[in-house]
Antibody
Framework: EVQLVESGGDLVQPGRSLRLSCAAS????????VHWVRQAPGKGLVWVSRIKDDGSSTSYADSVKDRFTISRDNAKNTLYLQMNSLRAEDTAVYYC??????????????WGRGTLVIVSS | ELVMTQSPATLSVSPGERATLSCRASQSVSSNLAWYQQQPGQAPRLLIY???TRAAGIPARFSGSGSGTEFTLTISSLQSEDFAVYYCQQYNNWPRTFGQGTKVEIK
């Protein structure tokens, strides 16, 4: 089955760190750019970060730049998001999403079910 | 940042009727516009990309149109499984941005 499965979400205090994972299966993970998109409770979708298929290039939204780091291990078919200096406004469901368009676009044809991160004291 | 504005916020439609959802960009995004459907508690699902191309497995009752700054998603005859929230997304400008969503509810 073609799928993405996120994990690692938790309740964490402001200023602490958390690492999210996204396991891919059923397709050739190393052929695709992949992204993180988040959704605060009751709110819309916000793009967070992306990584090129071979891991050689990354991008971040201004709101997370210098705090979050995206990475991937193509041998393990896994995407990661290292989240440091977490803030209350980072509270959201985090989705990983596959991008079939690569440099040409950035839209998302496969999404995981998401993992919930709550930042609160 | 390019702002995507969807209207209406909520659309009440009876099953079998037609639904028309709008998405407006604050500046041109050419044809680089996608639509997603999100059911409660579920991940978004890609419906349309490049303004009017249906994603794999998406029924023909879903269609997209527009260009530049004005876009439309039309659901020709609403089925029970179509009641959901719909988001547009532009992928022409940095950063990629989504609209705030249109909830399609049963009338």
């Amino acid at each position: 089955e073609v799928q993405l499965v996120e994990s690692g979400g938790d309740l964490v205090q402001p200023g602490r760190s958390l690492r999210l994972s996204c396991a891919a299966s059923g397709f050739t993970f190393s052929n695709y750019w992949v992204h993180w998109v988040r959704q605060a409770p009751g709110k819309g979708l916000v793009w967070v970060s992306r990584i090129k298929d071979d891991g050689s290039s990354t991008s971040y939204a201004d709101s997370v730049k210098d705090r979050f780091t995206i990475s991937r291990d193509n041998a393990k078919n896994t995407l990661y998001l290292q989240m440091n200096s977490l803030r209350a406004e980072d509270t959201a469901v985090y989705y990983c999403a596959r991008d079939p368009s690569g440099a040409a676009g950035w839209y998302f044809d496969l999404w995981g079910r998401g993992t919930l991160v709550i930042v609160s004291s | 940042e390019l702002v995507m504005t969807q209207s209406p916020a909520t659309l009440s439609v009876s099953p079998g009727e037609r639904a028309t959802l709008s998405c407006r960009a604050s500046q041109s995004v050419s044809s680089n516009l996608a639509w997603y459907q999100q059911q409660p508690g579920q991940a978004p699902r890609l419906l349309i990309y490049r303004t009017s191309t249906r994603a794999a497995g998406i029924p023909a009752r879903f269609s997209g149109s527009g260009s530049g700054t004005e876009f439309t998603l039309t659901i020709s005859s609403l089925q029970s499984e179509d009641f959901a929230v719909y988001y547009c997304q532009q992928y022409n400008n940095w950063p990629r941005t989504f609209g705030q969503g249109t909830k399609v509810e049963i009338k």
